[in-house]
């Protein structure tokens, strides 16, 4: 009898609920993607989010990313060297397949006031003004065609959290330093050259 009832219990219990959310590989389009639903793990949320890369006021990137994702990771922020900015704009939910859309555009913000020192040409004296939550200064340091090559600028604090950061030092073998106060990110006569180059491509590591 207790045999039977354990065996009735199995069948009719209720299976644990598992979150179903869009996936889709990043694309270079305005904002769109393809969407295959995923079965996501537990623990975890839908997301969606968005690339931007700028330089100046030409959109260089628009990528789209969907996928499932934990709670930490829904972060958006921005980075900015000056001539090339990368924003990331985020959406999380917790509801069936909820990540059906975009996050919008990630348009260009005002300046909040705050300056960074940044690298133009050949040295890494002029000033930046910050704009919208880039409210941290920021010196990074990567190796690229056998140089270490310097960018300076300003971004957003959650670019500064811990997860981000040593995800940057351990793909990229890049060291990045973030600090609070204007231009924080002290000036130096250092080469800036081909990172200028390389700058949006590094953006959109630091941030994605």
């Known amino acids: 009898m ?14 644990a609920h598992t979150l179903k959310c869009y996936e889709c ?5 305005s904002g769109s993607c393809t969407n295959k639903e995923k079965e996501c793990p537990s623990q975890t949320q ?7 890369s700028y ?16 709670a930490e990771d ?14 990331v704009t985020t959406k999380c939910c917790t509801t069936e397949l909820c990540n059906n859309q975009p996050p919008a555009d990630p348009n260009r913000s005002k300046p ?9 040409n050949q040295t890494c004296t002029a000033a930046l003004d910050c704009e919208g939550d880039e409210d941290y200064c920021i010196s990074a340091t990567v190796a690229a065609v056998g140089q270490e090559m310097t960018v300076k600028g300003c971004v957003s604090k959650s670019v500064c959290s811990n997860e981000v950061s040593a995800w940057l030092k351990g793909s990229m073998q890049a060291q990045m330093s973030c ?24 953006s959109l590591a630091v941030l994605f």
């Open 2 to 15: 207790h045999l039977l009832t354990l065996i009735f219990g199995i069948v009719l219990l209720p299976k």
């Open 25 to 29: 590989l990043p694309g270079f389009t």
């Open 74 to 87: 829904c972060i958006g922020g921005s980075i900015n060297y000056g001539a090339y900015r990368t924003a």
């Open 112 to 120: 909040n006031g705050k300056k960074c020192f940044t690298c133009n």
């Open 55 to 70: 330089a100046g006021e030409s959109k260089l990137v628009d990528m789209s990313l969907k996928t499932c994702s934990l």
């Open 179 to 202: 600090c609070q106060g204007d231009f924080c990110n002290s000036a130096s006569s250092i080469r800036a050259g081909l990172l200028l180059l390389l700058a949006p491509l590094i």
């Open 46 to 52: 839908c997301l969606a989010s968005r690339v931007v």
